[in-house]
């Protein structure tokens, strides 16, 4: 029972981190993406 208790936690911390990780990983295209056309923008406007 202990034993069961202990591998269902570390399969919780585990699910934990990956969805963390994928979360991360969702999450930084679009900051980046987002990031590249205010750049782009601002550029456009100062070149005219």
């Known amino acids: ?5 202990n591998q269902f936690r570390q399969l919780t911390s585990t699910a ?17 993406a987002l990031f590249l056309g205010v750049l782009l923008l601002l ?4 070149s005219e």
């Not at 550029?43 to 100062?46: G, K, L, N, P, S």
């Open 1 to 5: 029972m202990i034993t069961l208790t």
């Open 16 to 32: 934990i981190i990956l969805g963390i990780i994928f979360g991360i990983l969702m999450i930084w295209p679009s900051i980046i």
């Open 43 to 46: 550029r456009a406007c100062t």
